[in-house]
């Protein structure tokens, strides 16, 4: 199994503004994805994070609203950025190791932007 | 490409009674399914998974699935619901789409555990 450590866990923001999310495993994984969660929904997959590469966003996710990094491969961050109160969610971090197996998650990052 | 649909929104059942949430999968490839729950203001916990093995699954606290390539379904059960069970559950499908592997959620069911 895989420890995710997601930062922050919630935070209140501004609309505008922008918020960096950090995802860090205490092993290295094969891959990472980053999802959001909207309230009482399910979760919807917003990018893969590729190591040292530019991340794989799916259909409605933009680079500019949504960029992600991943130097290593034990690390991702997630930034929302300009944010509006339709960016209210929780986003998580989740991380597959070889073999492609279960999935793990972090406990996610409650956001509210007002 | 590949897609779940979880047939029921909510399900309610009495203590003690059995449960039963649906899920049905579509996959070009030979599927990895699994079953995770999230309890309220929790993260998301692993029930069980398949990855071409047994047909029938066991996880923990109790359920199990059973994977049925003809039904292309993959239905979470237990035998004798918990007040504890009552919780938030998602199917997962996991393969590769448009050159990529992914893990994707279906639209969950709210189990509700009646006294």
């Known amino acids: 199994s895989a420890v995710i450590s997601q930062k922050p866990s919630r935070d209140i923001c501004q609309r505008g503004t922008s918020l960096t999310i950090q995802c860090q495993v205490d092993s290295q994984v094969t891959m990472m994805f980053w999802y959001r969660q909207q309230p009482g929904q399910s979760l919807t997959l917003i990018a893969t994070?590729?190591?040292?590469?530019?991340?794989?966003?799916e259909s409605g996710f933009v680079i500019d609203k949504f960029p992600i990094s991943r130097p290593n491969l034990t690390f991702s961050t997630l930034t929302v950025s300009n944010m509006s109160p339709e960016d209210s969610s929780i986003y998580l971090c989740?991380?597959?190791?070889?073999?492609?197996?279960?999935?793990?998650f972090g406990q996610g990052t409650r956001l509210t932007v007002v | 490409a590949q897609s779940v649909t979880q047939l029921d929104s909510h399900v309610s059942v009495s203590e003690g009674t059995p449960v039963l949430l649906r899920c049905n999968y579509s996959?070009?490839?030979?599927?990895?399914l699994f079953w995770y729950v999230q309890h309220p203001n929790k993260g998301l916990q692993l029930l069980l998974k398949y990855t071409s093995a047994a047909t029938l699954v066991k996880g923990i606290n109790g359920f199990e699935a059973e994977f049925k390539k003809s039904e292309t379904s993959f239905h979470l059960t237990k035998p004798s619901a918990h007040m504890s069970d009552a919780a938030e559950y998602f199917c997962v499908v996991s393969g590769r789409s448009s050159g990529t592997y992914k893990y994707i959620f279906g639209t969950g069911t709210r189990l509700k555990v009646l006294a």
């Open positions: 989740s991380v597959v190791g070889a073999g492609f197996t279960e999935a793990f």
């Open positions: 994070a590729n190591q040292g590469s530019e991340a794989t966003y």
């Open positions: 996959s070009s490839y030979s599927p990895s």
